[in-house]
């Protein structure tokens, strides 16, 4: 049974991001709170059994694609489990996981076995003493290893995602595309974003995807594919000589607010609508208060046909406007509970 479920702008649910827990291993810059940071207690954190519950639901809303995320979701015990509990799900086309690599090596041949596809590992720079300086920990070589193992397991694509920041790390594009294309590995920059509260986002720190696009194509030229998907978030771009392919996440300076199909559950169980939410809805009450599944199924479908949500939009109109745009007089959930 599939039930067709569109929002208010006619966008349907394609697309489930789970995060598993909020623990992280990392400490980057753009992503975790400065401040102390309330940690969600293990007895709220939803068990697997939950996630896959909550996840076979939403396959009956049309989603077919499923991301697990953090936190670090590898930090989660016994993750490989709920792999296989998810691939054996009816009608899920795509698992993905994202990480920071850090733990992968110990962990990949477990979960490529109980079904994991293909993976997004965060890499900043290939830099030691940067990847220190924006992660505050001392994995870069970790990760590396988990790159390269994650390729021997078969994962296809293994992808690595790279945040750009103006003054940080807009000299490492070209290194990292050169490291991809040598060692097979698909790549994707992302515009910096104001995600939460906490990482002090201005403008200026944006390295926009036109200045990103220059970069690589004055030393390795390339065409525009188009989107990955239709409602996927990255332009994509092949290499002139065939080797490879490179792909742009501009939500900042080129909006896809209104092709956006994702939906996300943090690892407390709450559902929201946007990455730049300020507040979720509580799917993980219903759970623990034996609710039927017709119940859980009215409840998102009546957040859903709610949902107007198109931040970035009005973010880039705002900028575009004689008042600007300031990131802190809108509170947002933060990164960690979200997962991206």
Request: charged share 30%; proline share 3%.
């Amino acid at each position: 049974m599939e039930i067709v479920l569109k929002d208010l702008l006619g966008r349907a649910i394609k697309d489930f991001r789970i995060s598993v827990t909020d623990r992280c291993n990392s400490r980057c810059t753009y992503c975790m709170p400065r401040d102390k940071y309330e940690w969600i207690d293990h007895h709220e954190i939803l068990s697997f059994e939950e996630i896959v519950r909550i996840a076979r639901l939403f396959l009956q809303f049309g989603v077919n694609k499923i991301r697990l995320t953090g936190g670090e979701p590898l930090l989660r015990h016994d993750l490989a489990k709920l792999v296989g509990n998810l691939t054996a799900l009816d009608g899920l086309r795509d698992l993905c996981l994202t990480t920071n690599g850090s733990l992968l090596v110990d962990q990949i041949e477990g979960l490529a076995a109980a079904g994991l596809k293909r993976i997004n590992v965060s890499v900043d720079t290939l830099d030691p003493e940067k990847y220190r300086q924006i992660t505050q920990r001392d994995d870069l070589g970790r990760v590396l290893e988990g790159l390269r193992a994650a390729k021997k397991c078969g994962l296809s694509p293994v992808k690595i995602n790279t945040v750009v920041q103006r003054g940080v790390n807009e000299e490492d594009i070209l290194p990292l595309i050169e490291f991809s294309r040598n060692n097979g590995y698909a790549i994707r920059f992302i515009e910096y974003m104001d995600v939460g509260n906490s990482n002090n986002w201005v403008s200026e720190k944006v390295v926009p995807k036109q200045e990103i696009l220059e970069t690589i194509h004055k030393r390795f030229p390339i065409r525009e594919k188009g989107r990955d998907g239709e409602n996927a978030p990255a332009v994509c771009y092949g290499y002139d000589d065939g080797n490879g392919h490179v792909g742009i996440i501009a939500s900042v300076t080129e909006p896809f607010c209104l092709g956006c199909t994702r939906a996300r559950l943090t690892a407390d169980g709450k559902l929201v609508t946007c990455l730049f939410s300020d507040e979720g809805h509580d799917l993980k009450g219903l759970l623990r208060h034996n609710a039927g599944d017709d119940e859980i199924r009215a409840f998102v479908s009546s957040v859903w046909s709610r949902r107007t949500d198109k931040y970035s939009d009005e973010r880039l109109q705002a900028m575009n406007s004689a008042e600007g745009y300031t990131a802190k007089n809108r509170r947002k959930m933060e990164m960690i509970s979200l997962g991206g």
